[in-house]
């Protein structure tokens, strides 16, 4: 399978190109390959397996729906309204009323586009602000506006009037400041920028955030960065967009992870565990001020997948029943205190995370050049002792665990063994 894939695919694909192995089945936090080898899956489809493979609710809802209609397009049906109601149900309840949903799909790239698109239109504005270090996806406009510049070489160039601004990313702060000591310096830069009429940035139509950079490394943001990021947006009247593709449907702990930042974003982009399977689905939660589009002025063919519905129906029901939030907030304190028993390595330079996603930044070489390789060794002897985990950040040098919200405690030990046992016997 392998060979085949190398000779007949194109070689820009995603994650598991680093990771040589066909897997075949698929069972809560657990995969097979073909060679009947089993590991433990910490990269759960990029986030997108929220209740692991093939949750038997899941599955069933889904079978269910099989038979009655699958695909839907923009038509009003029973199991898209009770995805509706679903999602606008998991919202605060201050924001229910005044959201509106647009399906965007397939994915996550497609609804930053039109939550970029809605801005524009309801602002009658051009310029966009984001973040360096950021991903927001692969089309034109969710590349452009990516501050993780690898992710973009070699294509040059992005879209014109796309503005990065440092984003709070304190182990390799923008302004060279401690955290300890600083007063969150970094949004102080878009503050004066924005506020200063003859600053030479036009008042943009969107600022656009992710509230812990997945693929750039797990990065949670201050608290206090969002605050005031909020706070001037909504001072200035410059729509907040939260890209929650990656941090939606509970991976940090709650629901959405604007709802820990203590505040309330304008438009909210949301896709990968949506479905909970891997069913594609994208949206935008908006608040109805922004509602300026034209009938029939953002369309597509894929938006009506009615098998995505009736599993998101049922995910949201089955995390709600296991309070599977709790889980992820429990899970995620027993990953954090695990992998401080390998903070001491000298190899380890910070151990980041929200929820269930976790990331361990790996240090640069004694001469200060990245050590890319110390990660993918990392990551290629983990998968050995059965463990998959993916890498991101700069250079490749963050290890990620990123597994199903649902994972039991005795896996979580399980992985974290591998991981530090690997990590302990990490040559530098
Ligand atoms: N935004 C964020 C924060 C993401 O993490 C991703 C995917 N990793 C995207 C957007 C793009 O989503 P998709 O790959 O489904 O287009």
Same mark, same amino acid.
Request: with cysteine.
């Given at each position: 399978y392998l060979a085949r894939q190398e000779q007949t695919e194109s070689n820009a694909r995603s994650y598991p190109r680093g990771l040589p192995i066909a897997i075949e089945r698929g069972q809560g936090s657990f995969v097979r390959d073909v060679d009947g080898n089993v590991f433990i899956d910490f990269l759960a489809g990029a986030g997108v397996l929220s209740l692991g493979h093939n949750h038997p609710e899941l599955v069933a809802a889904m079978v269910d729906q099989l038979g009655v209609l699958t695909h839907g397009l923009d038509f009003p049906t029973p199991a898209k309204a009770a995805f509706v109601e679903a999602q606008l149900a998991m919202l605060p309840p201050t924001m229910r009323e005044r959201t509106k949903i647009h399906f965007c799909g397939p994915t996550g790239a497609n609804a930053v586009d039109a939550a970029i698109k809605l801005c524009k239109t309801a602002t009658g504005r051009g310029d966009v602000v984001s973040f360096q270090g950021g991903f927001h996806g692969a089309t034109a406009t969710a590349m452009a506006l990516t501050g993780l510049v690898a992710q973009k070489s070699p294509v040059a160039n992005g879209l014109p009037g796309v503005h990065f601004f440092p984003y709070s990313s304190c182990t390799r702060c923008p302004l060279g400041l401690r955290p300890d000591t600083c007063a969150t310096n970094c949004v102080e830069y878009l503050e004066r920028s924005l506020r200063d009429p003859n600053g030479g940035l036009p008042l943009p139509a969107a600022v656009i955030l992710e509230l812990v950079q997945g693929e750039g490394g797990v990065i949670p943001a201050r608290p206090e960065f969002v605050r005031r990021v909020r706070a $001037?947006?909504?001072? $200035?009247?410059?729509?907040?967009?939260?890209? @929650?593709?990656?941090?939606?449907?509970?991976?940090?702990?709650?629901?959405?992870?604007? @709802?820990? /930042?203590?505040?309330?974003?304008?438009? +909210?982009?949301?896709?990968?565990? $949506?479905?909970?399977?891997?069913?594609?689905?994208? +949206?935008?939660? /908006?608040?109805?001020?922004?509602?300026?589009?034209?009938?029939?002025?953002?369309?597509?063919?894929?938006?009506?997948?009615?098998?995505?519905?009736?599993?998101?129906? @049922?995910?949201?029901?089955?995390? @709600?029943?296991?309070?599977?939030?709790?889980? +992820?907030r429990r899970r995620g304190e027993q990953v954090s205190k695990r992998l401080a028993e390998i903070a001491w390595h000298p190899a380890v330079r910070d151990i980041r995370g929200l929820g269930l996603m976790w990331g361990i930044e790996l240090t640069d070489a004694p001469d200060g050049t990245p050590a890319p390789e110390l990660a993918a060794k990392v990551r290629d002897s983990v998968l050995h002792e059965g463990l998959i985990l993916e890498l991101g950040g700069r250079d490749d040098r963050v290890v990620r665990l990123l597994p199903p919200l649902n994972v039991t405690a005795e896996v979580v030990d399980m992985a974290c063994d591998i991981l530090i046992g690997v990590l302990g016997r990490l040559g530098l």
């Open positions: $001037l947006t909504a001072e $200035l009247d410059i729509p907040l967009i939260v890209d @929650e593709v990656q941090t939606g449907c509970g991976r940090t702990g709650t629901w959405f992870a604007f @709802e820990q /930042y203590g505040i309330e974003p304008d438009v +909210v982009v949301a896709s990968k565990a $949506l479905s909970g399977v891997g069913a594609p689905v994208a +949206v935008i939660l /908006y608040d109805r001020k922004l509602d300026a589009w034209k009938p029939g002025s953002h369309t597509g063919t894929f938006r009506g997948n009615q098998l995505a519905f009736a599993a998101g129906v @049922e995910a949201v029901r089955v995390i @709600e029943r296991d309070d599977v939030l709790g889980n +992820v």
